[in-house]
């Protein structure tokens, strides 16, 4: 990408071309100031919304629970690479984690910090509420600077307002949510902010490092991550200047995903697994590398010998991929994965989903500001000249991309709502300038009430369910199916009892499974992670069939306890898949007679029973 975009300016009457850098500084005082504000703001709103569920420490999905384990348990002195959760079907040795450590380290920095003086409980209240903020200045600071550096200050501010608005990308940085998903936003932001670098080998490498670190945690980001990188091989398919882009974006993924491989997972373990990036995708990286570089080397070619060039990297390593996983080519992330897990399980997690299998309030948060901020990019393209107008060429096609993988992954949203926000807020500033020139009182209070449904498409479905009569707001609603995990079982309030309990092996739903390992000393079957898939068909099987198979296959096992919450949605699934079924038989109070009841308080939510060995 070319540094300057040629302007004239009149001088004694007289056209004179020019070149005027429109790119700001990085990161100046200015910026950081106004971005820190808006921060404040938004953090401060965030807590008093969220004070109830952090002083409960009601963490919003099970994986969040999940990852405090880990961190507990790296903290308790578990190894470094060692992610196997041994207290996950213990009886078949462990389950092995596909999460990566780069995740733990924030949270484990503020613990380890502050539990000489706050104590290890505060300490950790502090970190569940400090990183998931962190990392929400961090998206709000990348995604301004975009702004910055090339709009305004004022399309920097409503660029951060609109971020605040977006609920996809709100969700996954609100205090108590310490999973991976925020940390995969910024390091989009940051390999975008890369790839608008003037100068071309250092953007490539912050592009190149941010999206290796980006796929160590989350192997879901690679369809994003061939994006840009199709970014990059177009640059040099239009310039030949802009050769060092894709080669050496190439070269930063190949040494950032080798250092990262070693630094989070070590040489003790070689294979490599469809759910993370193991030795074949750096293999492919190391080919795509060598290729582009020597291509580039190779420069002046005539076309077909660049083409040929791009086919070999990306031709090689897919075939590279095919024979040496072809598994994993087949299924992805999930190979594999047993039809009853898909069914029961994968099938029913809300945010995993596509799209059409969303409400429609959701769906239209997911949606509808990456559609806005496709219409404003294009805007943004037709009004601007030469490189900044290739530029926003490019940025469409990346918000594009990243559009259509939050139409197939709901979850996926976070990182289109982020990317969206830039043009977003130009768009903003352009309709409330205009709204401001506006006469008439009237048609200003129309044109801000279109703004407002434009940012936010959800508030005119919820005004109207809210003041419809219950029978008839009602209905649509109950036809959309119920797929989101609840945490409608508050186990901490029941900890104290259970801790009394001989330690024993649970028998509980999925989703249930980590709070019982976070609160409890105990063990269970499963948890909803897709490597103990073993232990999470047996509970699925389980809970489908009769009281008398349960009893069979617990006391084989040697599983001292059932635990469910009639209230938990999985649990309402499998009574409604099998209405004989022994966690529907649970969910209505008739246990069988070879459970022995624990008494606990009413207030949690919890049904804990004794398997009775006689």
Known sequence: MAAAQPDRVQTGGEWLTMLVERRRSAFTGDLLIRIGLAWIAVSALLLVTKLGAIRGLALPDPDDVMRLVQVR???????????????????????????SRLV??????????????????????????????????????????????????????????????????????????????GWQVVLALAAVNGM?????????????????????ISIEGLPLAAALFAIAALRWWRNRCDKLWLAHMMKALATGSIALFAATRGLGDLVTYCDAIGPVHIGMFCWGALVLSATAASEP??????????????????????????????????????????????????????????????????????????FASLRLALRSHDWLRRWWIEYTMILLAAFAVSLLVARAGAVAGALAAVPVGWQLREWLRSIRNMKRTEVRVLALAGVACALLPALPLMLLTTAMPVQASSAPIAAAPKLQRSAACDVRASADALRTLPVGEFYAPLDLGPQLLLHTKHEVIATGHHRGQGGMVLVVETALGSSEAARQALRARGTEYVAICPGLNEAEIYANA?????????SQSDAPDWLEPVPLDSKSGLSVWRVRRN
Do not use: K
């Open 196 to 216: 608008m670098a003037r100068n071309a080998r250092a953007g490539a490498w912050v592009a190149g490092l941010s999206v290796a670190a980006w796929l160590t």
């Open 73 to 99: 348990d790296l903290y308790a002195g578990q190894g470094w690479f060692d992610v196997t959760q041994h207290r996950v079907d213990a009886v078949s040795g462990g389950v092995g984690m596909h999460w």
């Open 301 to 374: 070619l005539p076309r077909a010998g660049l083409l040929l060039g791009f086919l070999i990297a990306g031709a090689g390593a897919v075939a590279f991929y095919v024979v040496s996983v072809p598994q994993c080519a087949a299924g992805g992330g999930f190979a594999g994965m047993d039809p009853l897990l898909e069914q029961y399980w994968h099938g029913q997690v809300a945010e995993g989903l596509p799209i059409w299998r969303q409400s429609i309030d959701v769906a239209l948060q997911i949606a509808a500001l990456p559609l806005l901020g496709l």
């Open 104 to 181: 733990d380290l924030p949270i484990l920095a503020v613990i380890a910090a502050l539990t000489p003086v706050l104590g290890q409980t505060w300490a950790e209240g502090v970190a569940l509420v400090t990183v998931p903020l962190v990392t929400l200045g961090c998206a709000m600071l990348l995604a301004g600077r975009i702004a910055w550096r090339l709009l305004g200050e004022e399309e920097t501010t409503m660029t951060v307002v609109v971020m605040a608005l977006s609920v996809p990308l709100l969700f996954q940085m609100s205090p108590l949510r310490i999973d991976h998903h």
């Open 578 to 586: 099998a209405p004989h079924g022994f966690v529907a038989q649970l």
